[in-house]
């Protein structure tokens, strides 16, 4: 990538994700939303983590992929399950994945 | 109008603390996250101030990873902002449901809609869809330092590091929002609803470009509607 490619990429990424962050709160505040929206929101939450984690856990671009990172992320969920912090199971989920591509 | 007797400015400060302090452990592993992005991003080409303005200007982990990487494959400015930009999307319907808890005009009422993390805006939801925008500030606060000092780390010593995958530092990033999703499956329509959006995310996986899936998940939320319903 050229010097002038990787700028314009990082301007371009930060006006973006400023316009997305904003958008919502510029075109709907001060209305409230109908009554059943907060059961709604209040289930957003569930629905993009999910498919964040698996995604990131198992495609490899448009692929579906199981990795050594795939077994790093389970067993770290496992730990998180049973109440470890979330920098144990970031600590453990890449050590268990190095461990795992350096045999 | 506030809700509590305490002056306005002092309960305020509080609540910004208490969002600071609930903020610390995702600000760590938003650094360790943030460390990878740096090492990645010079893998990818940029130089280290690059690597290092971006995460300050964008603060988006998501997007400037799938940005970088686009990019550094040879995909192109387009693709890659595209990504960028996927990725985000899930801000859009989290700053709809955001935006009734924030006060001031439409200018002011975006630019605190900056505030959004993933972390942030799911501890700041409190009941009834109303969020605590103080103490979603705190922790974005916390995040956003630990963001901007992983990357500072990744990009200036990534000569150290070496190889991100080989450090397993890929698995931080899905590890980060399961410790998030765990923590939103107390009830059961939660639970369905997760299941729910996986499966829509990963069946889309080989047929959309890459944040579609996450994007589409979103819409399992609804099914929420539909099981207090019956």
Do not use: H
Not at chain 1, 27 to 43: K, M, Q
Not at chain 2, 130 to 140: A, E, Y
Not at chain 2, 162 to 191: H, I, K, M, N, Q
Not at chain 2, 210 to 216: F, K, N
Request: with cysteine; net charge positive; charged share 10%.
């Amino acid at each position: 990538m050229s010097t002038a490619t990787v700028w314009t990429l990082v301007v371009l990424c930060a006006v973006v994700t400023v316009a997305i962050k904003g958008a919502g709160p510029l075109a709907l505040g001060g209305r409230e939303l109908p009554g059943w929206s907060g059961r709604v929101i209040a289930l957003l939450a569930p629905a993009l983590l999910a498919a964040l984690v698996c995604t990131a856990a198992l495609a490899d671009g448009d692929e579906l992929a199981i990795g050594a990172d795939t077994a790093g992320v389970a067993v770290a969920g496992v730990l998180l399950w049973r109440g470890a912090s979330i920098v144990v199971g970031v600590a453990v989920a890449a050590l268990v994945t190095a461990l795992l591509r350096a045999i | 109008m506030e809700p509590t007797a305490a002056p306005p400015s002092l309960d305020r400060r509080a609540r910004f603390r208490a969002g600071l302090r609930a903020g610390v452990p995702y600000a760590v592993a938003s650094f360790f996250l943030s460390l990878s992005f740096g090492v990645v991003a010079r893998d990818a080409g940029l130089s280290s101030l690059a690597a290092i303005v971006m995460s300050a200007i964008v603060f988006a982990g998501s997007a400037q990873f799938a940005a970088v990487s686009i990019a550094a494959a040879g995909g192109g400015l387009a693709a890659a902002v595209t990504a960028a930009a996927l990725m985000n999307s899930r801000f859009l319907p989290m700053g709809i449901a955001l935006a009734p808890s924030l006060p001031g005009g439409p200018l002011k009422r975006a630019a605190q809609g900056q505030a959004v993390t993933d972390p942030s805006w799911a501890l700041a939801l409190g009941e009834g869809g109303r969020f605590d925008r103080w103490f979603m500030f705190g922790c974005t606060a916390v995040q956003y330092a630990a963001w901007q000092a992983g990357t500072i780390v990744g990009a200036l010593g990534g000569d150290v590091f070496g190889d991100a995958e080989r450090l397993g530092l890929d698995a931080v990033y899905p590890t980060f929002f399961l410790a998030l999703l765990l923590a939103e499956l107390r009830s059961r329509a939660a639970r369905g609803v997760a299941a729910l959006g996986a499966l829509l995310a990963l069946v889309l996986v080989p047929f959309t470009p890459p944040g579609v899936p996450v994007l589409v998940a979103s819409l399992a939320a609804f099914a929420g509607l539909r099981r207090r319903a019956a």
